[in-house]
């Protein structure tokens, strides 16, 4: 009865999104296959800027919605590209809200497929916390922090901090190469 009534209640109680992602995971590892991360970690962002759109930019609610569910469904910089010509096309100039969650969503998709479950942004460090499935090589982080004493330490058990003045961060494009930087040495 996977999908019968006494699922309904499960399904209410976590929501629909999350369900069907534990659903797949749960497929995939019966069937022994293996889950991308990109379906599985879903980053929690507290970079604490203006990053909407607003109804001034695109009046038509279900416009905008839709643009919300494309956004959030980004997969890597090349798609963020692409969607912000698409709009630009469409609705004209991106203002500076639309930018920063543009730049938000496509920052995101870099911490989805790296397997970051959090990015907090602080007045002078950026902390990315891993998700369980990262890949991430241990060997690779202590040599990296090894060498960049100044620019990187851990914190915690699954937890790096990129050390920074982010005080006057107005363009969240910023964050992402430092980001990639790190992801990139890191890499499992």
Not at 42 to 49: A, N, Q, R
Not at 50 to 62: G, H, K, L, Q
Not at 65 to 85: G, N, P, T
């Amino acid at each position: 009865n996977l999908l019968g009534k006494d699922q309904s209640g499960q399904v209410q109680s976590v929501g629909l999104d999350l369900y069907n992602r534990i659903l797949k995971e749960a497929i995939a590892e019966l069937r022994g296959e293996e889950v991308q991360l990109r379906e599985i970690v879903d980053p929690e962002l507290k970079i604490g800027v203006n990053a909407f759109i607003p109804e001034r930019y695109i009046p038509d609610v279900s416009e905008r919605l839709i643009l919300y569910q494309r956004l959030a469904s980004l997969e890597d910089s090349l798609a963020a590209d692409q969607l912000r010509d698409e709009m630009r096309d469409r609705f004209g100039e991106l203002l500076s809200e639309v930018e920063n969650l543009l730049e938000l969503m496509r920052y995101r998709a870099l911490l989805r497929n790296h397997g970051i479950a959090k990015a907090e942004l602080a007045p002078d460090k950026l902390v990315l916390t891993f998700a369980a499935q990262a890949r991430v090589n241990p060997d690779r982080v202590r040599e990296v922090i090894k060498l960049y004493p100044d620019r990187y330490r851990l914190a915690g058990n699954s937890s790096i901090v990129i050390k920074g003045d982010y005080r006057e961060l107005k363009d969240t494009a910023r964050l992402y190469r430092p980001t990639e930087e790190l992801l990139g040495r890191i890499a499992g």
